[in-house]
């Protein structure tokens, strides 16, 4: 049976391992996605010293576990907010760096997600240390 479609469904070469190998591959590629946004993502790099300021300020500050579960998780919430807006911004600029109104409407959106997250980390821990 032919396939008549224009798009394309052919899944990538890269798919297809299973179990365990799937696991470590899947590992391997996270470290070298980490690797990567810290090499070359500034706001990542700076979110990176941050959390590493504010979640060990977490069990100093002794708050109720739910309390640091909410400190921390608004802490790693904005570093995948900024890691996923890294990666628009790397497809957007793979497809082409010629400036397009589609191609700022998406890195804005992005860089919206990231502040949102921020905020949500500053309206979290506000509330808690002086709500």
């Known amino acids: 049976m032919q396939n008549n ?16 190998r799937r696991l ?7 470290m070298d996605g980490f690797k990567a946004a810290y090499t070359h993502e ?10 590493l300021v504010l979640i060990p300020l977490t069990f100093y500050l002794e708050p109720e576990a739910v309390h ?10 904005v570093m995948i907010v900024e890691l996923l807006n890294s990666a628009v911004e790397a497809v957007v600029d793979r497809v082409s760096i010629e400036r397009h109104a589609l191609a700022k409407r998406a890195k804005d959106i992005g860089s919206a997600a990231v502040l949102l997250a921020l905020v949500n980390l500053a309206v979290v821990w506000g509330l808690i240390l002086f709500g």
């Open 42 to 51: 500034d706001a990542f790099r700076q979110e990176v010293w941050l959390s």
């Open 24 to 30: 470590l591959n899947a590992f391997g590629y996270s």
């Open 5 to 20: 479609s224009p798009i394309s469904h052919q899944e990538s070469p890269f798919k297809g391992k299973t179990g365990l």
């Open 68 to 77: 640091r579960i909410l400190m921390v998780g608004s802490v790693l919430l």
